[in-house]
Structure formats: structure tokens, C-alpha cells
């Protein structure tokens, strides 16, 4: 327990915003959107308050470009939105990919496709997170299932942004965005910010290489050096260490692999999942973000009536821990996939289950939130019947 706790109330778009700030986010470009305007709302009232910049753009396009370049200047960004607006956004994010520029992008997902249902939860965007823009590339994807966690991996988000030189998906649903919950916040010396390495002294005239594969260590991308204190190419093209356009096979080969490599490799460093009650567990319930509380609560009582069932929580919903969840799996006889969409994460999960085991998939795309009882329903039915997948 901190010396001084503070203990604050705040909806879960409201952590997200305060813990970007916390992270030393200092430039935000939005669009408001339903379910995430008060993200924007807040960044607009908190960030000049610590001398930083909210603009709100013209649309969600100009929002993605507004903190791609805003971060290429040096500073930490952000943006956030949902929907239709996560859509137009793909162009932006494969943009950062590609130039490897440090960004967060939130999306509080709502139903769909298209207009959708604004004011309704959804988790249908869980592949467009993964595959929304073209062509190959490795993605960073976070999913918090409570208030608290939202302020943490918000920071967290920042964080993996600025180590992998990547942009960060931080995904949420309509019920964690507009719920309320308190939380001590964590004193300052127990949280980690990983902050921008100040550029190193250049001789005049002398060309920054933004890519060098030189400079790369385990093969983590250099620091980049803010625009302004020296001089270098950004480009969307395939490019040479030096950002400028080189369209060759080789270079191609060697810097697409190298993008998806630097967060391929490191899947043990960066994926998180968390599990519950699952040492004994014959059957394992595989929730997350909002569907996950009511999977924790199914679990509770399940296990009052004897049944031998645990929830494993993937927070890193891309990429997928792998080594993690396997281990998990393994002595598992029945596995049971809950999500607010038609079975996105479940097809991820049958290719990580071993031979003979029961998979079935409880789906939801009602704008309704998965409730326990609706959870316990199906584990019985499951026990009962087999595999419904």
C-alpha cells in the first residue's frame, strides 16, 4: 500500500486518457466517436495542463497522419476512436508500421460493421486489429478487462510503442469505456515509462539513419531521433537503412522480415495472459476484456457445484501468447471461447489446443454483454454434449 494512497472514480475512458498523460503522451489529434469522445474530452481539458497539444481534426484519417507526424517531431501521441473510424484509420497504421514511428491508437469498440450499433458493445473488431491494413507485418495489441488496467496498460501501450518502435493498439469495448470503477493509483517509483532517448550530438550536415542495422540490438530498432534536431527520409515505399526508397528484392526481403521479426522474437517479452483457478482446471473458459469479468464470475460459482473449471485471460490479444496459453491448455479435456463476435479469437485458439480436446464457442453479437449465467449455461451444455465449434 502507498505512504499516501490516492484513490480516484473514474470511467474507463477517463483512465485511458489520464494514463496516456502518465506515460508522457503530449500531443493527441481525435475525431470524437461513440463510445470514445471522452477520451478526447479529457485529453482536451488535462493535456494543456501539462503543456501539451490536443487538436481535433477533421476526420479519423487526418487524426492517424495529425500523431504520425506529431511523433516523428519527437513527441509521445496519441489518438483514439471506434467503428467506422478504426476503419479509416488502417492506412495510417500500416504508414507507421512501415516507417517504424511510435504511436497509440485506441479503439473502443462498438457493434457493426458500418454505423453499427454506437452506443452498444461489440468485440468484433479483434481481427481488423490484427489484420486490418495491408500486406504483411507484425501488430502490438493490448485488451484490459477492468478500469485499473486500462490506466496501466495504457502506460504500457507507450511503452511497447517506444521500445519496438511500433504503433500500439489499445483495445476496449463500450462497457469498459463507460464503466466506473475506483482504484488506488500506483505511487510514481512503481511505474515504468519508458521515455524518448534524447538525440545524440550530430555534426552538421550529417544524415541520421533512422534504420540502421547497425544500431540494432537483439533486434530491437535504434532510438529514434526527433525531426528538427537533425535530418533523415521517411517513406511508406520499401526502403534502405537510410529511409530513402529502394525498391529491390533484396531490400524488400530484408526489411519485411526484419519489421515482423523485431516483435516476432520478442513474444515472450511482450505478450501477457492471465490465469484463474486453472492448475486443476479439466475445463478452461478463454474470455477477454469486458467478457472476461463475467467468465471470472462463472468460474466462482462453477467451482462451488464441483466442476473443475478455470479462466485463462489473453491481455496481449496480438500476438498471441502462444508458449503461454499452450502450457495452460495442455491438460485441458474441454475448452469453451467466449466473445462478443463470431469466433474470431476462437479460430486462433483451436490451432493451440491438442488433438482430441472439446472446443466450443459461445458467441454474442446483440450488443449485449455476455452475462455469467449465460457462460455456466453453456459449460454445462458442453459437458453434456461435446464440441460445438
Not at 269 to 293: N, P, Q
Request: proline residues 6%.
Amino acid at each position: 500500500m502507498p505512504k499516501n494512497p490516492r484513490m480516484v472514480f473514474w470511467q474507463g475512458n477517463e483512465a485511458c486518457a489520464y494514463g496516456a498523460i502518465k506515460a508522457g503522451c503530449r500531443f493527441y489529434a481525435g475525431y470524437p466517436i461513440t463510445p470514445s469522445s471522452e477520451i478526447a474530452e479529457t485529453m482536451a481539458r488535462e493535456l494543456p495542463k501539462v503543456g501539451g497539444v490536443f487538436i481535433q481534426m477533421e476526420d479519423e484519417i487526418a487524426s492517424a497522419a495529425a500523431i504520425i507526424g506529431a511523433s516523428l517531431a519527437g513527441v509521445k501521441s496519441m489518438t483514439a476512436t471506434s467503428g467506422p473510424g478504426f476503419s479509416l484509420m488502417q492506412e495510417a497504421i500500416g504508414y507507421a508500421i512501415m516507417t517504424e514511428t511510435p504511436t497509440v491508437f485506441v479503439n473502443v469498440m462498438r457493434g457493426g460493421p458500418s454505423t453499427g450499433m454506437p452506443t452498444k458493445p461489440s468485440q468484433g473488431d479483434i481481427m481488423q486489429a490484427r489484420w486490418g491494413t495491408h500486406g504483411d507485418h507484425a501488430i502490438i495489441a493490448l485488451y484490459p478487462s477492468t478500469v485499473e488496467e486500462v490506466y496501466k496498460y495504457t502506460i504500457k501501450a507507450f511503452n511497447l510503442a517506444e521500445e519496438y518502435r511500433t504503433p500500439v493498439i489499445l483495445l476496449m469495448d463500450e462497457v469498459l469505456g463507460h464503466m466506473y470503477e475506483n482504484f488506488i493509483l500506483p505511487p510514481d517509483s512503481e511505474i515504468e515509462v519508458v521515455e524518448r532517448i534524447s538525440a545524440r550530438e550530430l555534426e552538421e550536415e550529417e544524415l541520421f539513419v533512422p534504420f540502421s542495422e547497425s544500431e540494432y540490438a537483439e533486434n530491437l530498432p535504434p532510438s529514434l531521433v526527433e525531426m528538427g534536431k537533425t535530418r533523415f527520409h521517411v517513406s511508406g515505399l520499401v526502403h534502405d537503412e537510410s529511409g530513402f526508397p529502394m525498391a529491390t528484392a533484396e531490400t524488400a526481403e530484408k526489411l519485411i522480415r526484419r519489421l515482423v521479426n523485431k516483435i516476432k522474437l520478442h513474444i515472450d517479452k511482450i505478450a501477457e495472459c492471465e490465469d484463474f483457478m486453472t492448475e486443476d482446471a479439466e475445463t478452461i473458459i478463454i474470455a477477454y476484456g469486458s467478457v472476461a469479468r463475467s467468465a471470472k464470475e462463472a468460474v466462482l460459482i462453477a467451482r462451488k457445484e464441483g466442476i473443475k473449471v478455470g479462466l485463462l485471460r489473453p491481455i496481449t490479444i496480438w500476438p498471441i501468447p502462444i508458449e503461454k496459453m499452450r502450457k495452460r491448455l495442455a491438460n485441458a479435456q474441454n475448452v469453451l471461447v467466449a466473445e462478443m463476435n463470431l469466433g474470431q479469437y476462437a479460430s486462433e485458439v483451436v490451432k493451440l489446443i491438442k488433438p482430441g480436446t472439446k472446443l466450443r464457442l459461445l458467441s454474442k453479437v446483440s450488443g449485449e454483454l455476455i452475462a455469467p449465467h449465460e457462460i455456466l449455461n453453456e459449460l454445462n451444455n458442453m459437458l453434456l454434449e461435446g464440441i460445438d465449434f
